[in-house]
């Protein structure tokens, strides 16, 4: 059963204001020695706050790339724009020390909305720095001129791009 910290509180005021041995008064509510000793030295430490139960789920994922390492790995992308998410990967791997591989820089291509020049598609260094991402419901393309023929910064409706497969051939 889960206390809150007040109950925490006054579980371990009554134990040390008990007469009985501290095991008996732990037996006689209910309460593991482990646990009581547990809630004790928090109490110790960080005064009754650290009493409060605090949430199972952890900060962040264990393989959750941070932010910062997701900007330069973008930055990497734009500087070098003739490197396929492979090279992207392996350079970055070289000189940040920073493990990633192909697949998270690959995704982090795709949540820009931005997908490297392969096969006729649409390449990250043709996303311009101030144009990545989703306008309006819209794709913005900036860059180059792509080989479907649309002139350079051309809207074109995120339907449409849906329509063709989420791929601009």
């Known amino acids: ?7 925490k509180l006054e579980i371990i005021r009554l134990v040390e204001q008990s007469h009985l041995p501290v095991r008996r008064t732990l037996a006689t509510l209910g309460i593991l020695p482990m646990t009581f000793y547990r809630w004790y030295a928090r109490l110790q430490a960080g ?3 650290a009493l409060e139960d605090k949430p199972s789920r952890p900060r962040r994922a264990w393989n959750k790339i941070p932010e910062e390492v997701r900007e330069q790995i973008v ?8 490197l396929s998410p492979r090279e992207v990967a392996t350079r970055f791997t070289d000189v940040k020390k920073y493990f990633v591989s192909e697949a998270s820089v690959y995704r982090r291509e795709c949540q820009l909305n931005c997908v490297r020049a392969f096969h006729g598609r649409l390449s990250l260094a043709d996303c311009s720095r101030q144009t990545l991402g989703k306008e309006d419901g819209e794709l913005r393309i900036g860059g180059s001129p792509l080989d479907s023929g649309l002139p350079v910064d051309t809207k074109i409706p995120q339907r449409q791009v849906e329509q063709l497969g989420g791929r601009l051939i």
Do not use: F
């Open 1 to 7: 059963m889960r206390y809150p910290g007040s109950e």
């Open 47 to 49: 005064g009754p706050e």
């Open 75 to 82: 930055e990497l992308a734009l500087d070098e724009p003739e």
